[in-house]
DNA sequence: GGATTGACATCCC
DNA sequence: CGGGATGCCAATC
């Protein structure tokens, strides 16, 4: 496996409970900004050999792309994370932000 | 090795 | 906000 592939497992690895990612945003994490659909890929393939939470990825418009919806969103609805009409997700609340909690720690404190 | 194909993203209307 | 067109990049055919 190269690289590229290790890097995205280890960001989606990263994703907090209760919160998600885009796909664009974890090919960022990993070193590829334009390299989204490669993450599709990889969810797509090594979800079922790794145990990844690859239910905490969705696409930009805050949507399961994944075809039925139906398991992802029962995962994301089992961790706290709303899903309204069957696969919308509002980003707005339960996006991941990788610094973002560094920097909710610092707005409590 | 060229053409096709995606669990995507972004810009435009 | 919705839908279409374009860009992108690796795996597959």
Redesign the pocket.
């Known amino acids: 496996m190269?690289s590229?592939?290790k890097d995205v497992i280890d960001n989606i690895k990263a994703i907090p409970e209760g919160k998600v990612a885009?796909?664009?945003?974890i090919?960022k994490l990993a070193g590829?900004p334009?390299?989204?659909?490669?993450?599709?890929?990889i969810?797509?393939?090594m979800?079922e050999k790794h145990d990844l939470p690859?239910?905490r990825?969705i696409?930009?418009?805050g949507k399961i792309?994944?075809?039925p919806p139906e398991r992802?969103a029962a995962r994301l609805i089992a961790e706290g994370v709303e899903v309204t009409n069957g696969s919308r997700v509002q980003l707005k609340q339960f996006q991941w932000e990788k610094d973002d909690d560094l920097y909710d720690l610092w707005m409590k404190g």
Do not use: E
């Not at 334009?34 to 890929?41: K, L």
């Open positions: 190269d590229f592939t885009t796909y664009g945003q090919a590829k334009r390299g989204a659909r490669q993450v599709a890929r969810l797509h393939t979800s690859w239910h990825v696409n930009s418009q792309s994944l075809q992802q």
